[in-house]
């Protein structure tokens, strides 16, 4: 792999920070240069949130530059829609089928996007958009903040690391008393790319944008 | 020992190795987890100072006393501090204290753009400035160094894409702190500045920045990166990682330390490339000093002052210098511009929403769903308004600040109206955070000058923006030992003010009548509003729903702005999953129709 740029978009307290942390440590674990950063502006909850994440042999800016990104990750449809501009022609997309309507579309002066809007904007850069459904899972396991170990489940089928350094990380940096619950929700992100969008059987590690032209 | 840092991290985890035994500081971002990463340490003292000013004084005080110490705050913070940060920098010091300010370029959350370099030349001192976390890392040692070397404060400048970044270091070294115990050196010359002592120091000063200007030349962090010599680039701090990409063709000067700035290594590099560019944030500090020194130089003739840089502007910048070729950016899709903005909100649950709503009513400025922008109507009070989530009160449809300007000043601001004689009566807002840093001074002020305002505490327990850090209200240290809590309305009433309510902060009826109240008497008065932060809540209350029945549409609890209470279809329902339930209530409270309670209720009452 050359190099792999990766956003990660959605809402203050749907657990962004902590999923783009461990994409960068799992990155460190597999030899790589990364840098990453956060733009999160002054709500503690419920303000637009985006992680810039990039892994290479060497890094110099810690943000990608529009129309740079290889991998899109949104716990939030709008959030998705919103960023389409730094895609890459071609970059992967994918989107938890979640809607956070903003104050403006709560009062009625404005419309939430559909998810044919949101997949038409996207469609302009992105060469293929999964939307799954990461908010549904993690309700029914009972912890909406597993969500963010689903999202991740589902990138990293589009990045080259070893499942087993993935399950690592993440078990150095979340609680040993909710470890397995993180851990199902992550396997079950791998699933829902796996078996539902990329077809039984079609992916191993390293699918997708990885096996293009990167690898 | 290899990580991924933060900067703030970086920089707290190399002062903790250099020997560091006590840090100061008040939370701002994007400074505030180096203060939270130092407090880990035990072996440290960390603190919440009550302002920068005072954590600026500790710090100079273990300073004196012979221990490596540090004081860090974000850029306005150091407005706070200068007072003694140029007392720091006149005395000198009996150990290393280095002064870590945090620059906010973009305005991700401060109240402007300023750029701090400027009080290095200021303040006489030298100024660090690390580009990733590795170098803010290394940094911190050269920063203690150069500080007992030349008996100065050391001004380490980072910026919110420093701070706020994630990169790989090697901490290669371990904590060594200094054999000899704590001593103060009674030295009167050197620690009282009476005007005769004061005239001593200040040639001092001149020798030592002209000592630091040549110990910048052999500065390891100032490097040059032999390139192709068409194009030098000078630059530092993140710029400089953004210019890497840029110009990969380029030669570089790195600056690691930029004042004062090495004249001769900046004279050779440019002798030895056919054209310099400077690559910086916000104001053209370097070019100026360096074509100062008769070295042609651009810069900001392509690169802008205001805002924050990132590699596509730098790319543009380029372009327009003739630097960078091939093609432009792809088009802009027009469609997401064209996308519901999300601003930062008020929580649901937040304990300043109720008192809002109340102050937002009684002046008339909510705004019915569907308007755009403040209703045309006068608003019948003046509320000036401080620094804390609360200022996101401004918004629609709660409207309910008219200023904020900087710490503290609703207070002076509001009795400053009053005095100009305008016939609105005044209320001040203020944080309980942020009326212990700088609320305090203007009180008595206002009780000494016989101000007729009314002065809103918002107490939530804790310094709810910058991420929940203690301070001196809460009783808790910063690194989490109980001590001893300030009572603000033994405070207030200590200064002098008689007409001091404490109210509770999810309760309409009660803070509607003690604003009537406070509105009503001629005298100056306190309002305490007392209530949680919503995102400490440990267990989330019973979620509110409203009954379709008797629900009539008639929005009003839309103009609480609570992001729980949302339509569909013109209905309004209550996402369950945001809602903060029995520890609020306020919807339920002010609901007309008395339409919105829990489910339980709603059943009992629909099948009698």
């Not at chain 2, 370097?286 to 042609?296: K, P, S, T």
Request: overall charge neutral; aromatic content about 6%.
């Amino acid at each position: 792999m050359k190099k792999l740029e990766i956003l990660v978009t959605g809402v203050g307290g749907q657990g962004i920070i902590l999923a783009s942390d461990i994409m960068g440590e799992a990155a460190l674990a597999a030899g790589y240069d990364v840098k990453k950063t956060d733009t999160i502006g002054m709500a503690q909850r419920g303000g637009s949130v985006v992680s810039h994440v990039r892994i290479a042999q060497r890094v110099w800016s810690p943000l990608i530059k529009e129309g740079e990104v290889d991998l899109l990750l949104a716990f939030e449809k709008l959030e998705a829609a919103r960023w389409t501009n730094y895609l890459r022609p071609g970059a992967v997309a994918i989107v938890n089928q979640h809607a956070l309507p903003p104050l403006s579309v709560n009062l009625g002066n404005e419309p939430y996007p559909s998810d044919e809007e949101i997949s038409v904007i996207l469609g302009h850069r992105s060469g293929r958009t999964y939307f799954v459904s990461g908010t549904q899972f993690a309700r029914e396991l009972g912890d909406v903040r597993t969500l963010n170990m689903f999202m991740l489940g589902c990138a990293s089928l589009f990045m080259p690391f070893k499942v087993q350094t993935w399950k690592e990380t993440i078990s150095q940096r979340v609680a040993a008393g909710i470890r397995a619950l993180n851990i199902t929700a992550f396997d079950a992100g791998r699933k829902e790319i796996r078996n539902v969008h990329l077809g039984k059987g079609s992916a191993g590690h390293g699918a997708g944008v990885m096996d293009k032209e990167d690898v | 020992m290899i990580k991924l840092l933060s900067g703030n991290e970086a920089l707290a985890l190399g002062a903790y190795h250099a020997g560091v035994q006590v840090a100061a500081a008040y939370p701002g971002t994007p400074s505030t987890e180096i203060l939270e990463a130092i407090a880990r340490f035990s072996d440290v003292h960390a603190e919440w100072s009550t302002n920068e000013k005072v954590a600026m004084e500790v710090a100079l005080g273990a300073a004196y006393a012979g221990v490596r110490s540090m004081v860090s705050m974000k850029q306005v913070g150091l407005n706070v501090a200068s007072d003694p940060f140029i007392a720091a920098a006149t005395t000198g010091l009996n150990a290393g204290m280095v002064v870590i300010g945090a620059d906010d370029p973009g305005i991700h959350s401060s109240q402007n753009e300023q750029d701090n370099r400027h009080y290095a030349k200021l303040a006489k001192v030298p100024m660090l400035e690390p580009s990733d976390s590795q170098e803010a890392y290394d940094i911190m040692a050269y920063a203690f160094d150069i500080s007992e070397r030349f008996d100065t404060p050391v001004l380490v400048r980072t910026t919110t894409r420093v701070s706020h970044s994630k990169s790989v270091v090697r901490a290669e070294r371990s904590r060594t702190v200094p054999k000899r115990p704590p001593a103060f050196p009674h030295n009167v010359t050197k620690y009282v500045m009476l005007p005769v002592h004061a005239r001593l120091r200040h040639p001092v000063i001149e020798e030592r920045l002209v000592k630091l200007a040549a110990y910048a030349e052999t500065f390891a962090l100032n490097q040059v990166e032999w390139g192709g010599r068409a194009l030098g680039v000078i630059a530092s701090g993140v710029a400089y990682q953004y210019a890497r990409e840029v110009f990969p063709e380029a030669s570089f000067l790195k600056l690691g330390m930029t004042y004062p700035l090495p004249r001769n290594l900046i004279r050779q590099f440019a002798t030895r490339v056919e054209r310099i560019i400077v690559i910086e944030e916000l104001d053209p500090f370097l070019q100026e000093n360096i074509q100062a020194m008769g070295i042609r130089v651009s810069g900001k003739e392509f690169i802008p002052r205001a805002g924050e840089l990132n590699p596509d502007i730098v790319t543009e910048g380029g372009r327009s210098a003739g630097l960078v070729s091939g093609n432009p950016a792809l088009p802009k899709i027009d469609a997401v511009s064209q996308l519901p903005r999300r601003p930062p909100l008020l929580c649901p649950g937040c304990p300043h929403t109720g008192i809002f709503f109340v102050l937002s009513s009684l002046s008339g400025r909510l705004n019915p769903p569907g308007g755009k922008g403040r209703s045309a109507r006068e608003p019948r009070l003046v509320i000036t308004g401080d620094i804390g989530c609360y200022t996101l009160g401004t918004y629609p449809p709660l409207n309910v600040m008219d200023t904020c300007a900087c710490m503290g000043a609703s207070i002076g601001q509001a009795l400053g109206m009053e005095k100009a004689g305008i016939s609105k009566k005044v209320v001040a807002v203020i944080g309980d955070s942020t009326f212990l840093h700088s609320g305090i001074t203007p009180l008595v002020n206002a009780v000494y000058n016989e101000g007729q305002i009314t002065i809103i505490i918002l107490d939530n327990h804790t310094t709810a923006m910058t991420g929940h850090q203690e301070h001196p209200g809460t009783g808790i240290s910063a690194q989490g030992k109980k001590t001893r809590a300030v009572e603000l309305e033994r405070l207030v009433r200590g200064v002098g003010v008689t007409d001091v309510r404490v109210v509770n902060a999810f309760d309409i009826k009660e803070l509607r009548a003690a604003v009537r109240s406070a509105l009503d008497n001629p005298e100056l008065s306190v309002i305490i509003v007392r209530g949680d932060c919503s995102v400490r809540l440990s267990g989330r209350g019973v979620p509110r729903v409203v009954s379709a029945e008797k629900c009539n549409q008639c929005d009003a609890c839309l103009l609480l702005g609570c992001p729980a209470i949302q339509t569909e279809n013109g209905r309004v329902f209550i996402e369950a999953a945001l809602c903060a339930g029995s520890a609020c209530t306020l919807c339920q409270q002010i609901c007309p129709r008395r339409a919105i309670s829990q489910q339980s209720e709603l059943e009992a009452e629909e099948s009698p």
